[in-house]
Each structure stands twice: as structure tokens, then as C-alpha cells.
């Protein structure tokens, strides 16, 4: 099956421009996650779709971050406008089940604002 | 609080050698709880979790709940385990918590 996709997998742009970052879970996974590394810090949990519903927006930094998932299949991640502590590594993930045996992550997308 | 401590940043060891990787949680409840790595240019993935029970790639780790500690042992490491191993903790709302992470290098 294929894995889970993300891109880019590296952007780069200005302080105060748009980015859209793009995943596309495993078929039939009706979970999807976005979770982000920024330098020196630990992988966050940003939030948790179920099928097109937000179930957990929790972890989402402030209202520059919009999370979309129409139709229940790609997610995107917007953020605007960028600010230099949004650079970081994003990663996507889905799973089955909520409880399941653990995620399958996608390779990442490396978000670098100057 | 839910949270999950890796105290090394980095580990070095020979191969051959045996390594362990800490980790410690905090958590309310009965913990579920995952070892992944990342390999140099390639995604996360899942390299055990404890109510498996398993071994995979010869690694190992054990839940104590008295310690609050799940580290990942192996007896003789090789240098393809060198990679970013991260100890996660299944959150009470389902997502993972994460700790910052252990570089372990194996050297020849």
C-alpha cells in the first residue's frame, strides 16, 4: 500500500507570506495527525482529524494555523502569515483506529521562514 | 501531566557493545507506550511498542511502572542501529507524546 505523503517536502519563504503544507494519508485511514518539530524541541502533537471532523485541535500553536480536511481524505495545513518560529519539521500521520497499534508517518515537511 | 523525559541527547557506544536508550513517563492511568526511529533521510516509523512484547531488530524494552520507565535495551549493537530514537506516550485524547529524542551512534 502507499504510505503515507507530504509535500513539499521542503519550503522556504519571508516572514509574514502563506504556506499550505499538504498530506495525503493511507487509504482507508480515517485517522490523520499533524505533529511539528521545531529545532531543539520535541515532536507536538498539533491536532487529530477523524474523517473530515477536527477531534482534537489542542495542540495548534494560535489562529495562524488553519487545518483543513474536506472530504475526509488530503489534509492541509496552512499558516499565515509565517513567522520565523513557525520553522520547523511537520509531519503528517494516520492510522486506522485511534487506539491502533501506532502510527504511520509521512517523510515530513521542512518549513524554513527567514 | 502527561510527559515523556529522554535525558540523552546523544549516546555513543562501539559496536558490539550493548546499548540502552532511557526513557521515563508521566502519566495517570495505565500507559501505552511506543519506541520509534528515524534513520538518516527516511520517515518516523514504529519500532516497538510495550503491550506487544516483542523484539524487533533485536531490541527490546520493558514497561516498569514502579520506575515509570519503558528504556530500550539491545545486547550488541550494530552500526545500522544508528538513528533518532524517540520514546512516545499514547495521551489521554489518543495523540502521542513525544520526548526530544536520542541520537544514538554506533561506531565501528
Not at chain 2, 524487533?56 to 538513528?83: R, V, Y
Amino acid at each position: 500500500e502507499a504510505g503515507v505523503t507530504q509535500f513539499p517536502s521542503h519550503s522556504v519563504i519571508e516572514k509574514g507570506q502563506t504556506v499550505t503544507l499538504r498530506c495525503d494519508p493511507i487509504s482507508g485511514h480515517d485517522n490523520l495527525y499533524w505533529y511539528r518539530r521545531v529545532m531543539g524541541k520535541e515532536i507536538k502533537f498539533l491536532l487529530h482529524f477523524v474523517k473530515e471532523s477536527k477531534q482534537d485541535e489542542s495542540g495548534m500553536p494560535n489562529n495562524r494555523f488553519l487545518a483543513e480536511r474536506t472530504g475526509g481524505t488530503y489534509s492541509t495545513l496552512k499558516v499565515q502569515p509565517a513567522e520565523l518560529e513557525d520553522s520547523g519539521v511537520y509531519f503528517c500521520a494516520s492510522s486506522q483506529g485511534d487506539r491502533g497499534p501506532g502510527y504511520t508517518f509521512g517523510s515530513g515537511t521542512r518549513l524554513t521562514v527567514v | 501531566a502527561q510527559r515523556v523525559t529522554q535525558p540523552e541527547k546523544l549516546l555513543s557506544v562501539f559496536k558490539g557493545a550493548p546499548v540502552e536508550l532511557k526513557c521515563n513517563y508521566s502519566y495517570s492511568g495505565s500507559p501505552e507506550l511506543f519506541w520509534y526511529v528515524q534513520y538518516s533521510r527516511q520517515r518516523l516509523q514504529l519500532l516497538l511498542r510495550h503491550i506487544s512484547r516483542e523484539s524487533i531488530k533485536g531490541f527490546t524494552a520493558d514497561l516498569n511502572k514502579g520506575e515509570t520507565s519503558f528504556h530500550l535495551k539491545k545486547p550488541f549493537a550494530q552500526e545500522e542501529d544508528s538513528a533518532m530514537y524517540y520514546c512516545a506516550l499514547r495521551g489521554s485524547q489518543g495523540n502521542l507524546i513525544f520526548g526530544k529524542g536520542t541520537k544514538l551512534s554506533v561506531k565501528p
